[in-house]
């Protein structure tokens, strides 16, 4: 680790301490900047290291309610306000027992370069609670995100920051969180995004991250002259993502044996096709079952179940061309990094946040593979959440064609601002390097004209 590296992890570990995941999501963009500060010595002098690793604002609250055996259970909410340089903070709300302070402040530090990359008008910020809606009542799941609201409401607003949805928190969720807004602040607008169709949704909403994390990899590929057509695809994760990734490769061509959840994955060498896919969906968002299920029902499939006392995930260890990990951070360590490059994974396209750690980026860079980071390749999502805010502003809805094509426009430019910053600063197809310093360089130059705030 170089000098200017090593200061500035000292000051962000002893600032925040016990916050591994926003550690390691600060070093990995600090690292790619050391070559920003040196050719810009007046970040250094303005400080914008230093001040875009602070959040704004962070709030953290109770979230008090009343379960239905009639028992008080007590929740933790936060929201980070982590930089609104670029516009209304932006970035979803995760609900899951694994949610705390250090990993929503490396989602949203995450977001603030994320949302730069999607050429549209957002600022970065994440929030949740560490409430899980496995296994609760839908009536439960309304009683919670009632109270949620009635705390969030008077620190978000459509000019201010603009929620959505992330792990643990879709389409029902969002309704619930709209509803209880509405009624409190007695106004019908854009706080959030991830709306249903009747009430200010964006058509493509749901399948945008994982399209676009497809849409990326094709990109991708495209530098090499090549496609998704023909090629086989591991896909972790069973949620929004990973269903509509898995839905993208199908419509490109590629063929996907493998989805996942915490319990455990599941291998169809036969291919999960369209018949098999709205089986999934079923699953997963009308009944909330598990994937081993997929197993009982379609005999060509394996399923193995999770087991924490490997120090792999034998998910990754099958043999594919691409890899779309779409469930969680830190889903792929070094070893699992070691078994992909092994059996010829050559794309590594993140529709999830930080799902690789520092140890499998940097085997993924070191073999030149095609590998295209979270805050690049997964940030379709938010893209469409930026449009969908401007339909909410024009009171107009757009069709699926138009959304797609967009989204697909946004793809591109994020891939070539990746690309030709990686070029410009000296590590050609570095897509890390490259996402980090091309989303780095918009929101710096902002708080630059903005002064000292
Ligand atoms: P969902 O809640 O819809 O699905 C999450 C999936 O990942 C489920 O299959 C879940 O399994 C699995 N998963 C979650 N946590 C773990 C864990 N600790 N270990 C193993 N499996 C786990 O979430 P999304 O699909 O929306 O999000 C997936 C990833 O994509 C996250 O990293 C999220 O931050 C990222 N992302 C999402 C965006 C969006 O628009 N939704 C936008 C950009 C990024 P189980 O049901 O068993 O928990």
Excluded at 7 to 15: C, N, R, Y
Excluded at 117 to 140: A, H, V, Y
Excluded at 172 to 188: D, P, V
Excluded at 396 to 408: A, C, G
């Amino acid at each position: 680790m170089s000098n200017f590296v090593s200061s500035v992890m000292d000051g962000v570990k002893a600032k925040n301490p016990a916050e591994p995941e926003f550690h390691q999501a600060v070093q990995e963009v600090v690292e790619s900047l050391e070559v920003v500060i040196e050719r810009h010595p007046e970040y250094r002098t303005a400080k914008i290291i230093e001040r875009i690793i602070e959040p704004e604002r962070v709030i953290m609250f109770r979230v008090p309610w009343v379960d239905d055996q009639g028992e008080v259970q007590v929740n933790r909410g936060f929201r980070i306000e982590m930089n609104s340089s670029l516009g209304p903070y932006k970035g979803g709300l995760r609900f899951h027992p694994s949610v705390n302070l250090g990993i929503l402040k490396f989602l949203a530090y995450e977001q603030v370069f994320k949302n730069s990359l999607t050429t549209l008008p957002m600022g970065g910020g994440k929030g949740g609670s560490d409430f899980d809606p496995k296994g609760k009542s839908d009536n439960e799941v309304m009683k919670f995100c009632q109270s949620f609201m009635t705390e969030l409401c008077r620190h978000i607003g459509q000019f201010t920051d603009v929620p959505a949805g992330d792990i643990g928190v879709g389409g029902r969720e969002i309704g619930f969180l709209f509803g209880q807004y509405k009624r409190i602040r007695n106004e019908f607008v854009g706080v959030l995004t991830g709306k249903g169709l009747n009430w200010g949704g964006s058509l493509i909403r749901p399948e945008a991250t994982g399209y676009g994390a497809v849409y990326f990899a094709a990109e991708m590929l495209n530098t090499r002259n090549d496609t998704l057509e023909g090629k086989t695809c591991i896909v972790s994760g069973s949620g929004n993502v990973a269903q509509y990734a898995t839905e993208k490769i199908l419509d490109l061509g590629g063929k996907v044996v493998t989805v996942s959840d915490s319990g455990g994955f599941i291998y169809d060498e036969a291919g999960i096709d369209r018949e098999k896919l709205a089986y999934i969906m079923d699953l997963k968002n009308v009944r909330r079952g598990r994937v081993n299920e997929y197993a009982e029902k379609y005999s060509s499939a394996v399923y193995t179940p999770a087991d924490s006392n490997l120090d792999y995930n034998p998910l990754w260890d099958i043999k594919a061309d691409c890899a779309f990990p779409s469930a969680t951070q830190n889903e792929i360590n070094g070893n699992d990094a070691a078994n992909l490059l092994k059996n010829g994974v050559y794309v590594v396209s993140e529709g999830a946040n930080m799902p690789s750690t520092p140890d499998a980026t940097e085997q993924y860079i070191a073999k030149g593979i095609l590998y295209g980071p979270g805050k690049a390749a997964n940030a379709g999502g938010v893209a469409v959440s930026g449009l969908e805010m401007s339909q909410n502003s024009l009171r107009l809805s757009w069709t699926r064609e138009e959304v797609d094509q967009r989204l697909q426009g946004i793809m591109k430019a994020i891939h070539k601002q990746a690309f030709e910053a990686a070029e410009r600063f000296g590590t050609p197809g570095n897509y890390v390097n490259g996402a980090n310093i091309a989303g780095f360089l918009k929101v710096a130059d902002t708080m630059i004209d903005m002064g000292v705030v």
